[in-house]
């Protein structure tokens, strides 16, 4: 009896963690917001640039792509500073 407590509660406890993930990774799919834009492309000319090409050519633009753009443009920033 004992055993089947333990793996009953065993798949609760991971049905819930899979529920938690499942959710905090949809929300990176999500369309970020004009306010999310704006506070990270205010940083970085790079950030600015690559997401204004992205609303250019008409792809939206996601709560992830923010993630990925913000840290592939840390070392482009980085050499920029050697043209000032």
Do not use: H, P
């Not at 009896?1 to 993930?21: D, E, N, Q, R």
């Not at 205010?42 to 090409?53: E, F, G, H, T, Y």
């Amino acid at each position: 009896m004992k055993s089947k407590y333990t793996a009953c509660v065993g798949a609760v406890v991971a049905l819930v963690i899979v529920v938690a993930l499942g959710s905090s990774l949809a929300g990176d799919f999500e369309a970020a917001s004009v306010a999310e834009i704006q506070s990270v492309a205010a940083d970085s000319k790079c950030v600015k640039r690559m997401l204004q090409d992205a609303n250019r050519w008409g792809q939206e633009i996601r709560r992830r792509d923010l993630k990925n753009v913000k840290d592939q443009c840390v070392s482009i920033d980085k050499q920029s500073k050697a043209f000032e």
